[in-house]
């Protein structure tokens, strides 16, 4: 069974080490946050200018002047520290952020993203994320597997307005466990009880199967 | 010490005129120059640039200014929340110059550093590289970027002294600093003005020096755009 | 949160080895990492680059490392207060290299920041610019600087917590801030460290996502180099 | 009568205007400080990370973690602010610092300063000079007319490693007060009792002298 949001969330959270500094994107990624392993350590970095981020704030406890970079009300845990976004910047071009989750419209089979502008119809504007995509070294892509016509995301190329170029590590979507390798999507996990077919299907790009692949342990 | 304060809104955006380049400060609408946009709004001026991180709202903050069709091109990061602004943008009412958030406010904080460009690896190998000069280090391909500097920047801080120094509060930081920096002329607006002295000097965030006229705000309005909370078990 | 805390000065200086480069924080001898210092002389280790904007006095800060020639290459801005360093120096001994004040701070922040290179006006047309890129900006030359990073920063703040977030005391900042950046490890050393959560989120000037390890020093020395008071009336 | 030191100071003191922030140099120009004009407010930053400088302390008083870029303790002035070299710097090369006042060994009819380097002899270091002559609009440099051999410090050409080019303004010496124009040392002002030959004769570079020139008013 294909994974809904928060089983991608859970599956991208086992990504998390002892230590990080995170930076979620807006979407699934931000419900990282919530499923932690026991056990671990990390610290989310908001690129507005906050590291350090805790759960949403209690009813009636929201703080205008506190939020993440969706725009959400947003509370702090011990040690955290607030500063400007060039300093929050100097953090992610400066690789001290370990690692970045974010959604995407298209993935291309050579790590190229793009999740900022559609041609025409609509353009929000790139945010954080092109800096993110960037500089990070680990950059994880979580996102469903097909948009909401039924067509691959995961693609020989991108056809919208890139937001990085050969930056992708890794993917995590409804329907499986993807690293981006130098000849295309190598599938590492399945989502439970999906097919190799399933994946195979879902995929447009080069579609890299070595061996068994496990389903993933949620 | 230099005294910053001037009494009265009209005295602290004198000199505004139409075809300007104006810098606020904000990240969403945390942390905005509420006073300073509206009075922007009631002067009628227009023909404006702004650099902004995002564009408000239809209804609030530099909403206010694109209802009234005061701007002719902004320059921001990300505009995703805003109808009126994708109405006149797609509709080329609006010219608009997206720009990595980063890269934005690294080219504000070069314009007050007196810092006329630098290389930078986000938005190689996308639009925002076009044109732009690529160079590369240790392997890695990086873009030229310039400053940006501004006519006048609109900032909003927590607290602030009459010497100019400014204190803000949590994550209402955001761009205000580097937006201080660059503009020719920065008003800055605090919701509490001290005298010089009552602040601690080791922790102001914006130094005086970048600051030329400073006021108290009134009526802040403080608008939440994702009220998000979870409930007591 | 993630904790910096280290329980002794070994753990705090282990993986120095021969040949790194060193950044270390201060001014003068205003802000001085006095433990790294003290223990970095001590473990015996040599061929170093070491990045400070001056090079102590004969006898202490960096002058401990000089005496003992565990120093390759000094880069600096001034070292007008070291005899051995000058005689070291106009002998062939140490490497030196030169750089104009505000360029080895802003080069140290764009190492830590992720820029590479960016140009300034300073230092054109002299020594400092041969060999470097020089292009024209608003009419004005300007030269093509480069980052610098170390494989250890040591820096000195007043006050830190466990999870490594650091508050300096007055001039004691200095280049402290952008060196931690810097550092591929750093390490902090601070007068009083706390529990993460004692110190205010807004006040503090380097976010502990900068620093790798962090312990309280001892026997702070704090010495002064140009004692200069006035007598009340 | 040549002036001594302190007469420099108070003569480059009255080129203070209201509002200016002003960085001061070692040596003479620390001196500056001291004679602010009645009604006039300024700020004196120090590259080292303060503005709003104070006098020294009363003795006792000194703290080793407040010192100007002189490595002198000094205290601070309500409305002063710290802040780090990055940020310092950013003051001094965004030109938001409206005056420097810095001594010279040399200077030249170009507006050429050499100050931080005899070769072979004496190497300090530049420190903060660079940055300040290459960024100021307005530099002031005070120092002596000839050097201690009785040599003119007003040069057609610098013969030492420059520290910036085309950058000095105005010079204040002990004999004299000089505008740096296209074609050369423009006299302004003659310190008391002083004649235009002895300037003459104390300056090697082309000197200007356009009409009457007046006695300094101290």
Known sequence: MALDKIGIAKRIAQELKDGYYVNLGIGIPTLVANYIPEGINVEFQSENGVLGMGPFPFEGEEDADLINAGKQTITTLEGAVFFDSATSFSMIRGKHVQLTVLGAMEVSEQGDIANWKIPGKMVKGMGGAMDLVASADNIIVAMMHTNKRGESKLLKKCSLPLTGVACVKKIVTNLAVLEVVAKGFKLLERAPGVTLEDIQNATEGKLIIEGDIPEMVL | ?233
């Open chain 2, 1 to 233: 010490m230099i005294n910053k304060e001037v009494n009265s809104i009209e005295d602290a955006i004198k000199g505004v005129d139409n075809k300007m380049t104006f810098m606020l400060g904000g990240f969403g609408l945390c942390g905005i120059p509420e006073n300073a946009i509206k009075a922007l709004s009631e002067s009628g001026i227009n023909g404006l640039t702004c650099i902004s991180n995002n564009a408000g709202v239809d209804d609030f903050g530099l909403g206010l200014l694109l209802h009234k069709k005061q701007i002719k091109k902004m320059i921001s990061s990300y505009v995703g929340e805003n109808a009126e602004f994708e109405r006149q943008m797609l509709s080329g009412e609006l010219e608009v110059d997206l720009i990595p958030q980063g890269s934005l406010a690294e080219r504000c904080r070069a314009g007050g550093a007196g810092i006329p460009a630098f290389f930078t690896p986000a938005g190689y190998g996308t639009e925002v590289a076009e044109g732009k000069e690529v160079r590369e280090f240790n392997g890695q391909p990086h873009i030229l970027e310039s400053a940006l500097e501004a006519d006048f920047a609109f900032v909003k801080a927590w607290k602030g002294d009459t010497a100019g120094n400014l204190i803000y509060k949590g994550t209402a930081r955001n761009f205000n600093p580097m937006m201080a920096m660059a503009g020719k002329i920065t008003v800055a607006e605090v919701e509490h003005l001290f005298p010089a002295g009552e602040l601690d000097p080791a922790s102001i965030h914006t130094p005086g020096i970048f600051v030329q006229r400073i006021f108290q705000g009134k009526d802040y309005e403080k608008r939440i755009e994702q009220r998000t909370v979870r409930t007591k078990e």
